[in-house]
């Protein structure tokens, strides 16, 4: 990466507000045109927005996510001083982070969205309303590829709710509100215009999809509402571009349509958010690529790799195919089209506008649910060892696009990592592919499982992430 690049990265904070320090971890086609109009009158020009903010700011809440941390003493685990100590002499008190959000409630019962970065390991979350009633909220669920959680409270009454507009019909210049609460000074409205449709290659999470507004959005702000003048919840709050921690005008919001499909998971009593399955791999189609194939414009999704089997051999797609439309909706690259795909949702069956050697053909491809691993190829990591707490299993495509990985990739991966284990403290993540261990190769549980029955005084392990191979020595 360039230091220009990297400097850009660097810019990009997710909208949360940290209390330990106020760490900052934090379209669609246009619609037909509708009667909007530029104010031509003294009496326009004084219209206010107060009748649309008391419609919608009840259901824009405060949310507080709170976790217990450990510190580790740098003596902890030194025989010398444990032998004349004991083990325990060195640990201190745990102190607790607490963390900063917003949420919007899109359910009269009480169902909240909110940004997974807001609430991401905490023990105990809390929601406080518009009204100053504070309530314990159950999470429903988190998802990290989209950035998206669902909580739910009971308020034992029905609540003041958002509905979820058409985000695919939101045009740049239209008028928009963001509510949340920045910097935990309270309740915040701000207005602005949507800046961009379908801003990509943002880099804030693994869906990257999002609205483009310049209403002002910092710290604290995660979460929150983005309201169209229908007052209608049009997206989600999630970042700004700033090199300062500040506004500057560039922020970013989930799409409503990517909220509902989270939500409606939710709802269906799901804890998980799965993907459609297609079992294929897309790149860039960039200028030499469309140069090449005939094409006029760099635009589309290029086929990469087609898993034997799938949807997506059965549907006819074929390795070289360029995906331009997906229910004649356009395509400008793999993240648009991941967002069609998964917006659409699993059950469904999508027409894809394809160039296939030359020639525009339409293929019909069954959206499937990720194939279940078996549970045989799974590994809970226990023990007196460096990778205990790790849950570990055997990549399949469907595993492999479940942790962000191609579908063709083969090996043996991270699925979840418990809290506070010696696994979590190495650096451990979900998605990570256990290489070697002890200089043996890794491609089997069985492998794992042999190679972690051993005691040696030094572990040695190679890790994939990212493409890249990390390399550790734990004593």
């Not at 999470?139 to 058409?166: C, H, Q």
């Not at 300062?244 to 909220?259: H, K, L, Q, T, Y």
Request: glycine share 12%.
């Amino acid at each position: 990466m360039s230091s220009k690049a990297a400097a850009s990265a660097r810019a990009l904070f997710l909208c949360t507000a940290m209390f330990s320090g106020m760490v900052m971890p934090l379209h669609a086609q246009t619609a037909t045109d509708t009667a909007k109009q530029l104010p031509t009158t003294r009496s326009e020009l004084q219209l206010s927005f107060a009748p649309l903010v008391k419609q919608t700011a009840g259901a824009v809440v405060n949310v507080y996510a709170a976790q217990e941390v450990q510190t580790r003493s740098p003596f902890a685990g030194d025989p010398f001083f444990e032998q004349f100590f004991g083990s325990g002499q060195f640990n201190a008190p745990p102190r607790v982070q607490s963390s900063l959000g917003s949420g919007v409630i899109t359910d009269p019962s009480g169902i909240i969205v909110t940004n997974n970065h807001v609430i991401r390991n905490a023990d105990t979350v809390k929601v406080a309303l518009s009204d100053g009633r504070e309530f314990d909220s159950k999470v429903l669920l988190k998802d990290e590829s989209t950035d998206l959680a669902i909580l739910k409270i009971d308020a034992g009454e029905p609540l003041p709710s958002l509905g979820l507009g058409d985000s695919d019909k939101v045009e740049v210049g239209d008028l928009v509100l963001a509510i949340g609460n920045p910097f935990g000074v309270g309740q915040t409205v701000t207005s602005g215009i949507v800046s961009a449709q379908a801003r990509t290659r943002v880099g804030i999470s693994d869906f990257d999809f999002f609205i483009q507004t310049d209403a002002a959005i910092n710290p604290g702000n995660s979460g929150g509402a983005l309201i169209g003048m229908d007052g209608k919840l049009i997206g989600i709050n999630t970042a700004i571009f700033s090199r300062s921690g500040g506004s500057v005008g560039i922020g970013f919001a989930i799409p409503a349509n990517m909220v509902r499909a989270v939500v409606e998971t939710a709802k269906g009593g799901a804890d998980r958010f799965e993907r459609p399955y297609i079992g294929a791999t897309f790149q860039n189609v960039t200028p030499d690529v469309a140069e090449g194939l005939g094409m006029k414009q760099p635009y589309g999704a290029l086929v990469t790799n087609i898993t034997k089997g799938s949807p997506a051999e059965k549907g006819g797609l074929l390795v070289g195919d360029v995906v331009l439309t997906v229910d004649d909706v356009r395509i400008e690259n793999p993240d648009g089209l991941g967002y069609r795909l998964t917006t659409a949702g699993i059950g469904r069956a999508v027409k894809l506008g394809v160039l296939s050697r030359a020639a525009e053909k339409t293929v019909t491809v069954s959206l499937e649910k990720p194939r279940a691993d078996s549970p045989d190829n799974q590994l809970m990591i226990g023990g007196k060892n460096p990778l205990s707490g790790a849950l570990v299993l055997k990549l399949t495509p469907s595993s492999a696009a479940r942790l962000q990985l191609p579908p063709d990739t083969d090996g043996v991966a991270v699925d979840k990592v418990t809290r506070n284990s010696p696994a979590a403290r190495i650096g451990l993540r979900p998605g990570d592919i256990i290489r070697g261990v002890n200089g043996e190769e890794i491609d089997t549980i069985a492998d794992l499982s042999k190679a972690m029955s051993s005691d040696p005084s030094l572990w040695r392990f190679e890790f994939e992430r990212g493409g890249a191979i990390i390399r550790q020595i734990i004593r």
